[in-house]
């Protein structure tokens, strides 16, 4: 990206933050007691026919005030098993991404666009999307990230409601919510199959951190 389209964007957001609400980039004290009634409105989630193969609901994990949030696309068999995000290969990986920056996951907050595995981890459903991304649109909007990095094709294409290649997706911050911006990358178990594609991945996150810097 262009340094000066950079600058622009980020211009662009801190504006908003400001006209929406003047206390925004201000430190936030309710965040996590506002994301423990989200999950305490998931409940033990039946809303959709995922609750029945379902081991453990996963709610998302980090830092009920981050400036930086990872979104991915649906727990796997690991997260399934034990209620956390991104805790199999593609979580150490993940785990690798976030030191790379610079930070750890105790600063970030991680999540995905559904809060339970599908079996055999096909893509969500187009329902089940409508049924569960409100809870991750609470999510957001309590933790009020600058940047979001929506990790691979499903989750930056359901977030940017696109149909774009990832390809073409990332390498770019795009507005998102008129408060934060959206910065898509590879999946990182994309990464662990397709290992020559990380140079990308890493200059996403510089772009990340020149966001946020
Ligand atoms: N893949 C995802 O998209 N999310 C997880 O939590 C784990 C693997
Ligand atoms: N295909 C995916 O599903 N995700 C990626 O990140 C890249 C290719």
């Not at 504006?15 to 430190?27: A, D, I, S, Y």
């Not at 039946?46 to 005030?65: D, E, I, Q, S």
């Not at 907050?109 to 991750?136: D, M, Q, T, W």
Request: with cysteine.
């Amino acid at each position: 990206m262009l340094a000066h389209d950079l600058e622009q964007l980020k211009a662009h957001v801190i504006h908003q933050r400001q006209l929406q609400n003047p206390g925004v980039l201000k430190p936030k004290h309710d965040s996590a007691k506002d994301l423990a009634d989200i999950r305490r409105d998931l409940g033990d989630c039946r809303r959709c026919h995922l609750h029945t193969t379902r081991n453990k609901l996963v709610f998302g994990a980090g830092n009920a005030n981050a400036e930086l949030m990872f979104v991915g696309e649906a727990p796997g068999a690991d997260e399934d098993l034990q209620g956390e995000p991104f805790v199999g290969r593609s979580g150490q990986l993940l785990s690798k991404i976030i030191a790379a920056i610079g930070k750890t996951r105790e600063q970030v907050y991680i999540a995905n666009i559904i809060k339970c595995r599908p079996p055999g981890n096909r893509n969500p459903e187009v329902h089940e999307i409508a049924i569960c991304s409100p809870f991750l649109d609470r999510q957001i909007e309590t933790i009020k990230p600058k940047v979001i990095c929506a990790l691979g094709t499903f989750a930056a294409q359901t977030m940017l409601n696109t149909d774009t290649s990832i390809g073409r997706l990332r390498g770019h911050a795009h507005p998102y919510k008129d408060y934060c911006l959206l910065v898509p990358t590879y999946h990182p178990a994309y990464l662990l199959r397709s290992p020559g594609k990380k140079k990308e991945t890493w200059e996403d996150m510089q772009l990340i951190m020149q966001l946020l810097a």
